[in-house]
T-cell receptor, first 111, second 115 residues
Framework: NAGVTQTPKFRVLKTGQSMTLLCAQD?????MYWYRQDPGMGLRLIHY???????AKGEVPDGYNVSRLKKQNFLLGLESAAPSQTSVYFC??????????FGPGTRLTVL | AQSVTQPDIHITVSEGASLELRCNYS??????LFWYVQSPGQGLQLLLK??????LVQGIKGFEAEFKRSQSSFNLRKPSVHWSDAAEYFC?????????????FGTGTRLKVLA
């Protein structure tokens, strides 16, 4: 039981490049979330999903897209990266008793 | 809109001293409240949570928190801090928005422990 995993752990992009962050959970959770963490701002919700095939916007969705083709995977895409997207990205899933389980994070730098 | 405030950005305590981290929330109904800890370069780990019932909740690593509805607070406490408690702590409130479960986080409190 690996819990929530994220790939990759680190990435450096140039402005305008694209990439996809992968989140996988093996707990059969319906809800999954993508957050970004910036100094002094806590965690802010980018997008979330309430089940396979569904996605919805969170607090800061601009510049990101997501897909949930399989229940266990939640992908976060950056089509044209900008320096403002330099951040640490966390994925989480929601389990029983309203508890979130977090992945280890992806540290992204956009030059 | 719901919000979570952690008024202390940084706190420094000596090892063995007591600790209290403050959290205030704004939420119309009975809130679901959480405290998480994040060590450097790591993800968030759940310390404790409050849903209902006893307003004093116990968590892992010797932490406890008290829910005070009249003050809209959910402060985290530990009677004796260990050097390994140095980390960043986040308070969070869970909300149901149009039938969807979402969570709002405070901006965090970074704890430094002096030997």
């Amino acid at each position: 039981n690996a819990g929530v995993t994220q790939t990759p752990k680190f990435r450096v992009l140039k402005t305008g490049q694209s990439m996809t962050l992968l989140c996988a959970q093996d707990m059969n959770h319906e809800y999954m979330y993508w957050y970004r963490q910036d100094p002094g701002m806590g965690l802010r919700l980018i997008h979330y999903s309430v089940g396979e095939g569904t996605t919805a916007k969170g607090e800061v969705p601009d510049g990101y897209n997501v897909s949930r083709l399989k229940k266990q995977n939640f992908l976060l895409g950056l089509e044209s990266a900008a320096p403002s997207q330099t951040s640490v990205y966390f994925c989480a899933s929601r389990g029983g008793a309203d508890t979130q389980y977090f992945g280890p994070g992806t540290r992204l730098t956009v030059l | 809109a719901q919000s979570v405030t952690q008024p202390d950005i940084h706190i420094t305590v000596s090892e063995g001293a007591s600790l209290e981290l403050r959290c205030n929330y704004s939420y119309g109904a009975t809130p679901y409240l959480f405290w998480y800890v994040q060590s450097p370069g790591q993800g968030l780990q759940l310390l404790l949570k409050y849903f209902s019932g006893d307003t004093l909740v116990q968590g892992i690593k010797g932490f406890e928190a008290e829910f005070k509805r009249s003050q809209s607070s959910f402060n985290l406490r530990k009677p004796s801090v260990h050097w390994s408690d140095a980390a960043e702590y986040f308070c969070s409130v869970g909300e149901i928005d149009s039938g969807t479960y979402k969570y709002i986080f405070g901006t965090g409190t970074r704890l430094k422990v002096l030997a």
